[in-house]
């Protein structure tokens, strides 16, 4: 019986690490060259990913999909998308796509945790299973944080820049366009966005009630707050975006104090845990050489 088991989990080993290289050249492989230039140009993220082939894998992974939204429920389709949204939809990610990677992910280990479980290692099986959950989510909130620290940066300078051209003459949405023309970066990009929206027949508050939903960033909700009310209450705009700017460097700065303050004693502890332990044992060894000392007599003598 023993042997029997032995034999299965050879058989499953060898699946899982098979399952496992497959899948991890076919995330890394790149069928691009099939397509010319010209198609290249027209295609971005899930289109692109189509256009290039699919393994049976990730068609299997996609059969998924529609038994994960019903388990998941409206809310949290609500709220992933929002995550989605807030991360500037990286490469073209949807809700499905997102679901669909998750699922890959679970196919991928699946075998894997069928090992682990014949072995009876618990917490194995329970790291496969937190595998699936982790490693999109951690790469979708890589994607969120970079990109609101992104948009908070650049914003004070957009405003600037915004503030001058209103006080120069230029109406309001054609500042907007004409400053968003000069930036890149998802900044620039929220802003066209929401231009294109009003052009389409939105009104302003409800598209740039939008750009506060689609923003993870407090100083983009300041600088919606402060702009509804200047078109509502008639307020001067430009002094405004002055004020909101200089808010949000004076932000800035604390928060750059505040992240300095706690690098001390991150490097308190590294040097703790990493180089302490490291001096000790290499000046205990130099004194032992040196003093050319018989630990074993000694050992046997407190003996």
């Known amino acids: 019986m023993s042997g029997l088991v032995a034999l299965a989990t050879a058989v499953v080993a060898a699946l899982a690490t098979a399952l496992f290289l497959y899948g991890y050249r076919q995330m890394r492989s790149d ?53 989605i949204d807030e ?26 945790a069928v090992l682990f479980l014949l072995q009876g290692n618990v917490i194995a099986v329970l790291l496969c299973v937190a595998v699936p959950v982790i490693l999109p989510l951690s790469r979708l909130a890589a994607a969120q944080r970079t990109r609101r620290e992104r948009i908070d940066r650049d914003l004070p300078d957009f405003l600037d820049v915004l503030a001058v051209t209103v006080m120069a003459g230029v109406s309001f949405r054609a500042a907007l366009a004409r400053v968003a023309e000069r930036f890149e970066g ?14 389409n027949g939105a009104s302003v508050r409800e598209s740039f009630t939008n750009l506060r939903g689609r923003s993870s960033s407090e100083p983009v909700a300041q600088f919606v707050s402060a702009l509804l009310q200047s078109q509502e209450l008639g307020a001067p705009l430009a002094e405004s975006l002055k004020q909101i700017a200089e808010d949000m460097r004076r932000d800035s700065a604390q928060r750059q104090r505040r992240a300095a303050a706690t690098t001390a004693p991150k490097v308190t502890l590294v040097t703790s845990l990493v180089l302490v332990p490291g001096a000790l ?23």
């Open 31 to 83: 069928a691009m060259g099939r397509l010319a230039v010209e198609d290249l140009a027209l295609l971005r993220g899930q289109q692109r990913r189509k256009a290039e082939g699919e393994s049976p894998l990730q068609r299997l992974a996609r059969r998924f999909v529609p038994g994960m939204r019903r388990r998941l429920g409206p809310r949290r389709i609500a709220g992933l998308q929002r995550r």
């Open 281 to 303: 044992i290499f000046v205990i060894v130099g004194l032992y050489l040196g003093a050319d000392v018989d630990l074993g007599a000694l050992l046997g003598a407190a003996g």
């Open 186 to 199: 998802p900044l620039a990009d929220e802003i066209t966005l929401t231009l294109e929206q009003i052009a």
């Open 87 to 112: 991360a500037g939809r990286p490469d073209g990610l949807t809700v499905d796509g997102y679901l669909e990677r998750t699922a890959w992910w679970a196919l991928l280990v699946v075998l894997a």
